[in-house]
């Protein structure tokens, strides 16, 4: 099986603007997690689709949203980037309900300048 | 509230020497234990996990630990080679939430040839 995808790789973005990072999970997976990875904070959670529907969310401000779409792949969204925004960013997939083993893809390194 | 937290930080042995890594987590409820290796530029790695039910898992030299009393688990790297040398992280999921993974700050291990 493919593993999990994520684009773009790689992103330069400048304070105020907003960008949008998508994942694509493990064929068959439902249940898609992203995670901010900083050098100071560690692995943070961001939130967690799960056949589209948000099931959690952990402490991030409003301006970082997220979607699933019904074939599971999903985007989050970061708008009014802040120069703290800067970050690897990653997406895991999981089974779904009653599996809890996630797959990392590799990440999105967002710089904001 | 929920916290996982990770020793050493920083962890360097001689090859073929072991290699120990110790976790505790907060949350009583708590019953999957993954660990995860980042090596730079990668996503992170699953490479073994350990259900509430069962004291000690083992996959070649790689090995965990779990004491659900103390509320701590270990990682065992034994016959450590330099391809080791990474970032490790622990985690645990909040309660018996599947959506929500909390992580560990991560130790990184070197392995001197």
């Known amino acids: 099986k493919a593993g999990v995808t994520q684009t773009p790789r790689y992103l330069i973005k400048t304070r105020g603007q907003q960008v949008t990072l998508s994942c694509s999970p493990i064929s068959g997976h439902r249940s898609v997690s992203w995670y901010q990875q900083t050098p100071g904070q560690g692995l943070q959670f961001l939130f967690e689709y799960f056949s589209e529907t948000q099931r959690n969310k952990g402490n991030f401000p409003g301006r970082f949203s997220g979607r699933q779409f019904s074939n599971s792949r999903s985007e989050m969204n970061v708008s009014t980037l802040e120069l703290g925004d800067s970050a690897l960013y990653l997406c895991?997939?999981?089974?779904?309900?009653?599996?809890?083993?996630?797959?990392f893809g590799p990440g999105t390194r967002l710089t904001v300048t | 509230g929920e916290n996982v937290e990770q020793h050493p930080s920083t962890l360097s042995v001689q090859e073929g020497d072991s290699a120990v890594i110790k976790c505790t987590y907060s949350?009583?409820?708590?019953?999957?234990f993954p660990w995860y290796k980042q090596e730079l530029g990668k996503g992170p790695q699953l490479i073994i996990d350990?259900?509430?039910?069962?004291g000690e898992k083992k996959d070649q030299r790689i090995a965990v630990t779990l004491n659900k009393t103390a509320k701590h688990f270990s990682l065992h790297i034994t016959e450590t080679q330099p391809e080791d040398s990474a970032v490790y992280f622990c985690?645990?999921?909040?309660?018996?939430?599947?959506?929500?993974?909390?992580f560990g700050p991560g130790t990184s291990l070197s392995v001197i040839p």
């Open positions: 985690a645990a999921p909040r309660g018996t939430s599947y959506d929500k993974v909390i």
């Open positions: 895991a997939s999981s089974p779904g309900q009653v599996n809890y083993e996630q797959y």
């Open positions: 350990i259900r509430s039910n069962v």
């Open positions: 949350d009583s409820a708590s019953n999957y």
